[in-house]
DNA sequence: GTCGAAAATATGAAAAATCATATAAATCGA
DNA sequence: TCGATTTATATGATTTTTCATATTTTCGAC
């Protein structure tokens, strides 16, 4: 084991056992992905067009967890690689559609079945119970704190 | 409500919901930690400190989540500004015990106080099952994460 | 229609984080 | 007890990320 000590406050705060959970949880995956020649942004990127090709920069920014100039630059990247295109909405010029190329959604196909493959390791190695129980429990939280502030 | 897609993928996988998660479940708390004047990773230094004070350089970073270069400048710096000390170990002259000054534990003590208070308006937006469960989930998933891989 | 506000994106400069590696001390065997 | 390893920390160079703000387009009230 490697370090057991009781702490009194930080082992046991919500705010540190998400992150360190997500921390550990998500280690092993970024580093297949980037294995794959991918940084974790460029994959968070690929995997919100598949499910919804044509995505808007801000919108790509909000799921992907990061901040709308930062998303700019990755998606310029992933241009210039080859992996999406930028294109103009049609309707609104401010807009910027961003879509996958063909080979940005075979890498991007593949990245999501090994996601899935990984998370269901993950979840085989929980017990029953809670391996039926956490998505519910995050889903939840996230729920609870997309409501506006009752204060 | 914001983007309602029925997203094949991302929206229910499970690193997603960790990362979606702890990220705006962490928000407005970490919002209070810089107006306090702190940096998020001086915060949980402090947090770790309040729990086990003379914590080495390398402990603190593994449990705040970050890189142990990271933690030699974020300790420096929490140095230079008076929060604390940085002490040789008596037994083993290449580790450096960080300790609490009495400024940095004041503001240490009172950001856990702050950290608790808004950890319970956290759960208790959450339904009792959901709240009674949440701590326990993460911590085996946790705990699952920490052991050796079976494969 | 026009004007002011809001939304979407872009960008330069600054700050933060990472990476590779250096240094120094402890440990472990032969 | 010497040398090879491992552990703990530090640091220079580079890459990322953020912050503030500019630009362009749309929207809404009038």
């Known amino acids: 084991m490697t370090d057991t000590q009781d702490d009194t406050f930080v082992s046991g705060y919500l705010l540190y056992l998400l992150a360190a959970s997500s921390e550990q949880a998500s280690t092993q995956f970024h580093d297949h992905v980037r294995a794959r020649g991918l940084r974790v ?8 067009l598949v499910d919804n090709d044509g995505m808007m920069i801000t919108r790509l920014a909000r799921l992907s967890l990061m901040e709308q100039s930062r998303m700019t630059r990755i998606v310029d990247q992933m241009d210039a690689r080859g992996l999406v295109t930028r294109g103009a909405d ?16 075979d890498l991007a196909e593949s990245l999501v079945k090994d996601a899935r493959r990984h998370e269901t390791r993950l979840l085989s190695a929980l017990a029953d119970t809670d391996a039926a129980r956490i998505k519910g429990v995050l889903r939840t939280l996230l729920d609870v704190l997309d409501k506006p502030d009752p204060a």
Do not use: I, M, Q, S
């Open 90 to 105: 049609a309707n609104d010029k401010r807009r910027v559609r961003v879509r996958l190329t063909a080979e940005g959604r």
């Open 41 to 48: 942004p460029e994959w968070r990127v690929l995997a919100c």
